[in-house]
T-cell receptor, first 114, second 118 residues
Framework: DQQVKQNSPSLSVQEGRISILNCDYTNSMFDYFLWYKKYPAEGPTFLISISSIKDKNEDGRFTVFLNKSAKHLSLHIVPSQPGDSAVYFCAASAPASGTYKYIFGTGTRLKVLA | KAGVTQTPRYLIKTRGQQVTLSCSPISGHRSVSWYQQTPGQGLQFLFEYFSETQRNKGNFPGRFSGRQFSNSRSEMNVSTLELGDSALYLC?????????????????FGEGSRLTVL
């Protein structure tokens, strides 16, 4: 049972436009979410996080939106740059449990076209 | 500050053998987690160690085990290797106790150990 789903395996966007990556989760106990970016032959690198007490978090070109009622979060990248081409993973956790157990989605491969 | 270091980066084993992977966390970090990445499956949680104790465990068979030492370095072991164990094994470290409202739940990943089982 996939508790965190990224239903789009791939996404292509023109440079300068907005990239929107989506993530859905099923476990209502999740209350902390992260987005990671991964290049080939490298480990994932942290992008941005959001906790359930917020519905939006921004960091430069990256904004994450959380809709708790829909159990849905999205990552917006504006403007998209060719260097953003990578695989993006969303992850969810329940920090109240006191551990760092994260459930990851299967990833979305973003390709930004120059 | 040095990042998370994993060794070896690449290794090839045959079915039935066993393998040990090593992870040195960021200095000062006390939590180490292990994840398996395979094509189409994303990152799947193996286990997490904190202060030498396994704090959480994923849904993997008993062939997968781990431990953490007093200096927070961690090892994971896979015994009786199967073809399906071929994957990228990622280690991640974190400071300690995640707290919801302080957003301190970030994981810092190493580059991974790529295991191929023939």
């Amino acid at each position: 049972d996939q508790q965190v789903k990224q239903n789009s395996p791939s996404l292509s966007v023109q440079e300068g436009r907005i990239s929107i990556l989506n993530c859905d989760y099923t476990n209502s106990m999740f209350d902390y979410f992260l987005w990671y970016k991964k290049y080939p032959a490298e480990g994932p690198t942290f992008l941005i996080s959001i906790s359930s007490i917020k519905d939006k978090n921004e960091d430069g070109r990256f904004t994450v939106f959380l809709n708790k009622s829909a159990k849905h979060l999205s990552l917006h990248i504006v403007p998209s740059q060719p260097g953003d081409s990578a695989v993006y993973f969303c992850a969810a956790s329940a920090p109240a449990s006191g551990t760092y157990k994260y459930i990851f989605g299967t990833g979305t491969r973003l390709k930004v076209l120059a | 500050k040095a990042g998370v270091t994993q060794t070896p980066r690449y290794l090839i084993k045959t079915r039935g053998q066993q393998v040990t992977l090593s992870c040195s966390p960021i200095s000062g970090h006390r939590s180490v987690s292990w994840y398996q990445q395979t094509p189409g499956q994303g990152l799947q949680f193996l286990f997490e160690y904190f202060s030498e104790t396994q704090r959480n465990k994923g849904n993997f068979p008993g062939r997968f085990s781990g431990r953490q030492f007093s200096n927070s370095r961690s090892e994971m072991n896979v015994s009786t290797l199967e073809l399906g164990d071929s994957a990228l094994y990622l280690c991640a470290s974190s400071p300690g106790q995640p707290t919801l409202y302080l957003d301190t739940g970030e994981l810092f990943f190493g580059e991974g150990s790529r295991l191929t089982v023939l």
